[in-house]
């Protein structure tokens, strides 16, 4: 495997745009399944508490994306991996922040260790 090349800061800074940018979490995948939207597999911004309210009734602006809808066929991935893909996308909200700070920290240490006179 190939070693990518490093992560600019410049890099760094537009991932972090891309997540201040998308609607705020936290996401949760949610199962529906109704006459409208068969085996629909959502990313939302509330929780599925198997009891929610079904098309037309539930509030569509909380859904973020698709990854199944069957039934009329308008998302369905071909290696039917839409549960592994819908837990991606919600965690990928609160997940992707996190390694942006840690790349921060850690390169902020390193700057310190660099600026400190050496002992000799």
């Given amino acids: 495997m190939d070693t990518p090349d490093p992560l600019t800061d410049e890099e760094l ?3 972090e745009e891309l997540a201040l940018a998308a609607t705020p979490g936290p996401w949760h995948v949610r199962q529906l399944d109704d006459d409208f939207a068969m085996s629909l597999v959502a990313i939302s911004t509330v929780p599925d508490t198997g009891a929610d309210k079904r098309w037309p009734d539930f509030d569509h602006r909380k859904m973020v994306a698709a990854t199944l809808v069957q039934q ?3 998302v369905d991935v071909a290696d039917e991996r839409w ?3 819908a837990n991606f996308i919600a965690n990928a909200r609160q997940d992707v922040p996190r ?3 840690e790349i ?3 390169r902020r240490l390193l700057e310190a260790k660099d600026q400190k006179p050496k002992e000799g």
């Fill in 99 to 101: 390694p942006i700070a």
């Fill in 104 to 106: 921060r920290r850690l």
């Fill in 13 to 15: 800074s537009e991932i």
């Fill in 72 to 74: 009329p066929r308008y």
């Fill in 83 to 85: 549960d592994e893909n």
